[in-house]
């Protein structure tokens, strides 16, 4: 028992003040101290026996940085050492534009590794190995990766020749087969796809359409493509009732002027349309001109002074009037001086070149210096000057 006590009072002089302090080993400043500069990857891949310690995948651990800390471009904050640590950058590998991260050159792709050993567990350390480009193929776009060339497959890490069964073609990728109109791909093959009786294929599908003057069955037609194709749809002969008419692509029927589908979907009824109206082609109806709509009525209105009166009630007004909705009526434009008509204006006015519009009149305008017209009443500026549009005058570039 007393060589145990003499032990235990040995180490605690040995061991670090600060360390005492903590109450915890920090085992990777006792093998790696703060000051030491490290460069490349480490461990040394020159050293076999350290390169051990640490293995590799592409899924990334959790490497104790905070985003909320403010360190310099290229550090990170370190929660379990409580400081910011330099952000280590492998062999081939780059800094990210956000300081904090690292990315691989082309050819490259980041694994990242958790240190076995135990002095140094829980650290993390980042890898950029060597992308492996097999035969027939070639380095992806993203540069971490390899693509096959056209008419190959990828399987696991190599190329095989792609080889098309019956009834396909290559797809658009290059690296894969699509089934032709009328196949379903099952297995590795191009199989009969099934359809119902008066329908047909959608084009390089195995999805089909009912012909025209057919329509789906009531039944079928809250089902997916993909079971109609089991057998579960039907296309049966479109019913067209007394004033209704096949539509063009044979598909559905609508009704005629002056009718409207009734509620169970299959027949038209007629509407009432009242005096003064005329019926339309969506089973509804419209007043004459010069009547608007009240309810279920269509009542007379006055005319418009300078204006011409559409349909509904509606009016629009001569030239050199402007429309008022609230008072109904047509209000005349007045031309300012030193101002011309303009239909294509919002205001139907336009000033004179050598005036600036100012509300509802035209302002005369002096060019300042370095300014030429554009137009009728907008100028420029020089080369070698910019439009300052606040003090109306050209500035030095």
């Not at 097999?134 to 095989?160: I, N, W, Y």
């Not at 009526?329 to 100012?358: H, M, T």
Request: net charge negative; with cysteine; glycine share 8%.
């Amino acid at each position: 028992m007393k060589k145990i006590i003499f032990g235990l009072f040995l180490l605690l002089f040995i061991i670090p003040t600060s360390v005492q302090a903590s109450g915890v080993f920090d085992f990777v400043s006792l093998v790696m101290p703060n000051g030491e500069e490290k460069t490349g990857f480490w461990p040394s891949q020159n050293d076999s026996k350290k390169s051990e310690i640490a293995s590799f995948s592409a899924t990334p651990l959790s490497s104790g940085a905070r985003n909320d800390v403010p360190c310099d471009f290229g550090s990170r904050y370190d929660y379990r050492r409580d400081k910011c640590e330099k952000v280590f950058v492998p062999e081939y590998g780059r800094l990210n534009s956000d300081g904090i991260s690292v990315s691989c050159e082309m050819g490259y792709i980041l694994k990242y590794g958790k240190v076995q050993d135990s002095g140094l567990a829980g650290m993390t350390i980042d890898k950029c190995i060597k992308v492996v480009v097999p035969a027939h193929a070639q380095l992806s776009g993203t540069g971490d990766d390899f693509q096959c060339d056209r008419d190959f497959k990828r399987v696991e890490e190599r190329c095989e020749k792609l080889i098309l069964p019956a009834n396909s073609h290559i797809a658009a990728g290059g690296n894969d087969f699509d089934c032709n109109t009328g196949y379903s791909k099952q297995d590795g093959k191009c199989v009969d796809a099934r359809k119902p009786a008066n329908a047909k294929f959608f084009p390089q599908s195995d999805d089909w359409y009912c012909e025209n003057g057919y329509e789906i069955a009531a039944l079928s037609a809250v089902l997916p493509l993909r079971e109609r194709n089991d057998g579960l749809g039907e296309c049966e002969a479109l019913k067209v009732p007394s004033n209704g008419r096949v539509s063009e692509t044979g598909t559905f029927f609508y009704c005629l002027s002056g009718h409207k589908l009734a509620s169970n979907g299959k027949d038209c009824e007629q509407i009432s349309v009242p005096e003064n109206a005329k019926p339309n082609w969506i089973g509804s109806w419209k007043c004459d001109v010069g009547y608007r709509k009240i309810d279920d009525l269509c009542e007379k209105v006055e005319n418009v002074e300078h204006g011409m009166l559409l349909s509904d009630s509606g009016f629009y007004c001569e030239a050199h009037f402007k429309r008022d909705e609230t008072d109904r009526k047509c209000v005349e434009i007045l031309l300012p001086q030193n101002a011309s008509w303009d239909e294509a204006s919002s205001d139907i006015w336009r000033c004179n070149q050598g005036y600036v519009k100012n509300d509802d009149r035209c302002e005369v305008f002096t060019l300042p210096e370095h300014a030429f017209w554009v137009g009728f009443n907008s100028w420029d500026c020089d080369s070698g000057y910019v439009k300052n549009y606040r003090e109306l005058k050209c500035d030095r570039i």
